[in-house]
């Protein structure tokens, strides 16, 4: 089984101030890993994802997130917070290989402060 | 390239009705697989279908089903709605079974009243 925790649910930034996401992960298998970001009423859009490549991920709008097999971690960063990336933000974890379902996160609201 | 369309966007049911929602994936998406979002529960997994075959299948009763064509558009089921399917129905497709990474359509937000 997987399963994938995110710590906090609300997170808030000053705009410029760095953004940190924290997501652990749990797989008895090597696992594929994904950030998504949902809008207000809208679905969800892949950032970005890590299946068994390079471990440091660099995905759209300057996102990127580091796979650390040791850790059980896929935090996703951002240097600079905009206005625009506030949002929902869902990681998740799936395996490769099977049929097994992708297991999302319970999210965190990234809020941007002026 | 067109992304994954889901139709209609808003729906508003009666309790006990039964309702479809539709999804269309993106050309040569074969997979395609139904999440409901709930503030409460979050994303929860309905099922996946591939091939017109259903591959997998979350923990949610039989009144919810599903089912995919041959051009690989999918269509879900709820029968005798209740107050708490009141949802945003989300489909998302991916070229393989279980991606690598979804495509989401924009979802059916399904109130039940």
């Known amino acids: 089984a997987q399963s994938v925790t995110q710590l906090g649910s609300h997170v808030s930034v000053s705009e410029g101030a760095l953004v940190l996401l924290r997501c652990n992960y749990s797989s008895s298998v090597p696992p594929y890993l994904f950030w998504y970001v949902q809008y207000p009423n809208q679905g969800l859009q892949l950032l970005l994802k890590y299946t068994s490549a390079a471990t440091l991920v660099k995905g759209i709008n300057g996102f990127e997130a580091e796979f650390k097999k040791s850790e059980t971690s896929f935090h996703l960063t951002k240097p600079s917070a905009h206005m625009s990336d506030a949002a929902e933000y869902f990681c998740a974890v799936s395996v490769a290989g099977g049929y097994q379902k992708v297991t999302f996160g319970t999210g965190t609201k990234l809020q941007v402060i002026p | 390239k067109a992304g994954v369309t889901q139709t209609p966007r808003y729906l508003i049911k009666t309790r006990g009705q039964q309702v479809t929602l539709s999804c269309s994936p993106i050309?040569?998406?074969?997979?395609v697989s139904w999440y409901q979002q709930t503030p409460g529960q979050g994303l929860q997994f309905l099922f996946e279908?591939?091939?017109?075959?259903?591959?997998n299948k979350g923990n949610f009763p039989g009144r919810f089903s599903g089912r995919q064509f041959s051009n690989s558009r999918s269509e879900m089921n709820v029968s005798t709605l209740e107050l708490g399917d009141s949802a945003l129905y989300l489909c998302?497709?991916?070229?393989?079974?279980?991606?690598?990474?979804?495509?989401f359509g924009s979802g059916t937000r399904l109130t039940v009243v």
């Open positions: 050309s040569g998406h074969r997979s």
């Open positions: 279908y591939f091939s017109e075959t259903q591959r």
């Open positions: 998302a497709s991916s070229k393989e079974v279980q991606g690598p990474g979804y495509t």
